[in-house]
């Protein structure tokens, strides 16, 4: 994809024009930002959010401080939200998918959806589940459709979903199923089922797994020797068709699903999310959202973040409730290109990840040539400023010359992006709402509070912040004081309150205890600063921290994600040790930037190689500390030294979590010997 979109500025003088034609532009561009309405804001940019008796604060959306339930009256659970989508879409598109690359998207209707969701509960109640809220359905699968409908199978028989990550691995899939005591899991692919059957001695409740894909001979013999009962998704549905019962809706206070955290530190925690948790928080991102851009029948979203993460079921609900279409992408990321093209969105949801990558490759395409970064940067300045007045746009002189195709990469008919997951730098914030012109909206959340705590608002232009407080809750920051951030000075850790708030950890009330207070503020783990408008600031990390011998606290993320703003930097982690004074650091090459500077230099382009070259690795420690000392970060926060790895961090060779972050434990374990060698190295010149 990030190829693909880099060729938006080609090569020589294909996709650029020259002098003269860049200052008509610019003129036309005036003339043009002129007549263009700029949208109208829903709050006061200067003013945020309200601030309460107590300290904290609340949405401008809010009435009198209390929070808002709902979008919708006729939508109070999950089940509702779908029945509302099968009403206002009139029977139109639901779910969406394609099988290769020359291939159009092919629609399920609402109405096809639920007779085979129904179709799907009716089978399962036949083959030994119950339709109770205390019944639980696994969901072992990628996003496709048929995940979908058996979730909404399980709703409708207030059954409660339990998503086994893609990548959580054997180990956390047996605990997961031990943990609730999962009778039945629906798996995408035979791979899938035999993880399941290859462990089945540690998961002693499994009965029975159901696979979407076609059984094998092999699969059919190897579950009857572990004595599971093994069946096709498309067996349950027509003996469902046969037996169709009444679905038994579940109540807003039921539980929806059981959502694992992705692990970062020891066993997955099992975020029980309700029907009211999941709708509240939805309604109020749908109605903030609703401020800039509306949301119809014809809308269409294409799903490729892991349906195992809340921040894709959530969007999916939003969908839902306006009777909007939800297309599918294959599950490979390399391909994820065609399918935006194919499907030519309306909604994009995404992680700075990604958007990060697009920003540096764009940025990488025009080094070396003067004429093609004065015209991006006219360009950029000439939307920005558009932006800034409000206006909205990709009809402008500039969108046809400069950013066209790189809003085809994405289908050419997005209106609005949502970012979230991770922090996303102020530049590269400011270029995707230029670039895309559409509408950008960043939020700030986790899954305990079944996604969103706070999200900017439509009409927002200054980047640097995650917005105000969502109208579903709450927001507070509370002291820190072992890292000096105090709330009588607008910082610290930041606490959430609201209908959104999670009911706890499953089984787990200890966890429980040390996450959500007696007063139900639910304790998030990151630091942030209120800022003079009313919006929060995420500044700081107070989870993965730890002391060095002086002393000092350091949050490992806050500074990878610094270091990654290095040219030269794919990804970064940071290690430190209590008994050591400093920080030691691995970092992996940018695969695109390395080799083209090695070239220059005459080392080698080999990535394996380049990652033995001392003299990268000098140049590479020297820039990610000037980026350091660029964006604040203290002495004790450098790194002393890095090692250098020619491997991605990825879910495949779990070092990623499925949400894109450092799967922190792994990563230690792996590069131990490296870090160690470094410590023993400066222990010795020392």
């Known amino acids: 994809m990030l190829k693909k979109t880099m060729d938006c500025f080609g090569h020589g003088g294909g996709a650029m024009v020259g002098a003269a034609t860049a200052l008509t532009a610019a003129a036309a561009t005036y003339y043009l930002a002129t007549r263009a309405e700029p949208m109208v804001t829903s709050v006061d940019l200067q003013n945020q959010s309200l601030i309460m008796k107590d300290g904290s ?34 029977n139109g598109p639901c779910l969406g998918a394609r099988t290769g690359p020359s291939k159009e998207y092919e629609w399920l209707s609402y109405q096809q959806v639920y007779d085979r969701a129904i179709a799907f509960g009716s089978g399962l109640l036949d ?86 894909e076609e059984l094998t001979a092999d699969l059919v013999e190897q579950a009857a020797a572990a004595n599971i009962d093994i069946k096709e998704f498309s067996a349950i549905e027509k003996l469902g068709q046969t037996k169709l019962q009444e679905p038994k809706p579940p109540l807003p206070k039921d539980l929806a699903t059981v959502c694992y955290t992705s692990g970062t530190t020891g066993d997955p925690k099992g975020v029980m999310l309700s029907h009211q948790n999941l709708i509240s928080n939805m309604s109020a991102v749908a109605y903030t959202a609703l401020k800039g851009v509306t949301v119809t029948p014809q809308d269409v979203h294409l799903s490729y973040l892991p349906m195992a993460h809340v ?116 530049k590269v914030l400011d270029f995707v709402r230029a670039s895309f012109g559409c509408l950008v909206l960043e939020g700030y959340g986790q899954t305990e509070a079944a996604a969103g705590i706070t999200f900017n608002v439509p009409g927002e232009t200054e980047a640097g912040h995650v917005g105000c407080p969502l109208p579903c809750n709450l927001v507070k920051v509370v002291d820190v004081p072992e890292m000096d951030y105090f709330a009588a000075d607008g910082k610290g850790e930041i606490c959430a309150k609201g209908d959104n708030v999670f009911v706890g950890y499953y089984k787990n009330p200890e966890k429980t205890a040390e996450t959500m207070d007696a007063d139900g503020w639910l304790h998030t783990g990151d630091i942030g600063e209120w800022l003079p408008n009313g919006a929060l600031r995420i500044i700081d990390r107070k989870k993965n921290i730890f002391k060095l011998a002086q002393g000092e606290y350091v949050a490992a993320e806050k500074i990878e994600n610094v270091y990654m703003r290095s040219e030269y930097v794919a990804q970064a982690f940071v290690e430190g040790d209590s008994l050591k004074p400093y920080l030691m650091g691995v970092i992996v090459p940018d695969i695109e930037v390395v080799p ?36 604040g970060l203290k002495s004790f926060e450098q790194v002393k030294d890095i090692h250098l790895h020619p491997e991605p961090f990825s879910m495949d060779n779990n070092l990623l979590t499925p949400t894109f972050k450092n799967k922190r434990p792994n990563l230690r374990k792996f590069f131990k010997s490296e870090i160690t060698q470094l410590y023993e190295k400066h222990e010795t010149t020392s």
């Open 596 to 631: 083209a500077w090695a070239a220059k230099e005459g080392l080698p382009t080999n990535m394996e190689e380049l990652c033995s070259c001392q003299e990268l690795k000098d140049v590479i420690l020297q820039d990610i500390t000037n980026v350091g000392k660029s964006m």
């Open 311 to 426: 921040f894709e079921r959530g969007m999916q609900i939003v969908s839902f409730m306006h009777g909007a279409q939800v297309g599918f992408s294959r599950g490979d990321v390399k391909l994820l290109t065609e399918d935006l093209q194919a499907l030519k969105p309306t909604i994009f949801i995404t992680v700075p990840r990604l958007l990060n990558r697009i920003y540096d490759k764009i940025l990488l395409s025009v080094q070396g040539s003067k004429l093609k970064s004065t015209l991006l940067n006219l360009a950029l300045y000439a939307k920005t400023s558009e932006i800034k007045r409000g206006v909205v746009r990709r009809d402008s002189i500039w969108d046809q010359l400069v950013f066209k195709k790189v809003q085809q990469t994405v289908g050419g008919r997005v209106k609005i992006i949502i970012t979230g997951s991770a922090p996303l730098g102020s």
């Open 57 to 90: 604060r609340c949405s401008h959306f809010m009435k009198d401080g209390k929070q808002m339930e709902v979008l919708y009256e006729d939508v109070k659970t999950t089940y509702d939200c779908f029945q509302r989508g099968l009403r206002v879409s009139n």
């Open 127 to 212: 083959v030994g589940l119950r339709a109770s809220n205390d019944e639980f359905v696994g969901f072992y699968s990628m996003n496709r459709i048929e995940y979908v409908v058996a979730e909404q199978a399980s709703i409708m028989f207030s059954m409660v979903s339990v998503p086994l990550y893609d990548t959580l691995g054997t180990t956390a899939c047996s605990f997961i199923i031990n943990q609730i005591g999962i009778t039945h899991v629906v798996c995408d692919k035979a791979e899938k089922a035999n993880t399941l059957l290859v462990s089945v001695e540690k998961t002693p409740s499994l009965k029975c797994i159901i696979l979407i």
